[in-house]
């Protein structure tokens, strides 16, 4: 399945304040504009779940009663390959070089479905459409107004390099905000 990845550039969710410059941004394409990362994913992972209290009462024989604290962010694992000579034309601008800048630049990354169309729902689509109607979509905005998205930023990114294959093995982390 293939989803987009744009670095919006707004510090904050709700599109507040001024956007990072250009250069400042993952998908800068050496000009004056940034692109939107078209990726094959192998896989994604959606992980959610609670902080529980379950301290156990002291002199107590009976089961401890969990208290839900509070509710965790969504964290996607976005598991995908990338050819070596990707990483190595015009290496600044390259596929590899910007995805290494996702987890580093400031600005609110979104997470969206590359085809709408397809029957076969993503979960990037069936999570993301709590966000129809959102700040990013609309007239002047990054996305067409029925677009689903995930919001959030990149938190971790890992590489594996098998010597032996002429790909990469990438993992993004994105956490959802």
Do not use: C
Not at 32 to 57: E, Q
Not at 60 to 65: A, D, K, P, Q, V
């Amino acid at each position: 399945m293939k989803i987009n990845i744009l670095d919006t550039g707004w510090y904050s969710r709700d599109r507040d304040g001024t956007q990072a410059a250009v250069a400042n941004r993952a998908g800068y394409d050496g000009t004056s504009a940034v692109t939107t990362f078209t990726i094959n994913t192998k896989a994604i992972t959606l992980t959610k779940g609670s902080s529980i209290d379950d301290k156990p009462v002291p002199s107590s024989s009976s089961f401890t009663e969990l208290n839900q604290v509070t509710a965790e962010n969504p964290s996607y694992s976005i598991k995908m390959i990338i050819s070596k000579d990707d990483a190595t034309a015009d290496f600044n601008n390259s596929m590899f070089f910007q995805l290494m800048r996702l987890d580093s630049t400031d600005g609110i990354k979104l997470v969206y479905p590359s085809d709408e169309t397809d029957d076969d729902k993503s979960v990037v689509e069936l999570m993301g459409a709590a966000n129809i109607a959102g700040n990013f979509q609309g007239a002047g905005k990054e996305l067409s107004a029925s677009t689903p998205y995930l919001q959030g930023r990149f938190k971790k990114i890992s590489v594996v390099d098998d010597g032996k294959m002429s790909y990469h093995t990438i993992t993004l982390l994105f956490q959802e905000e």
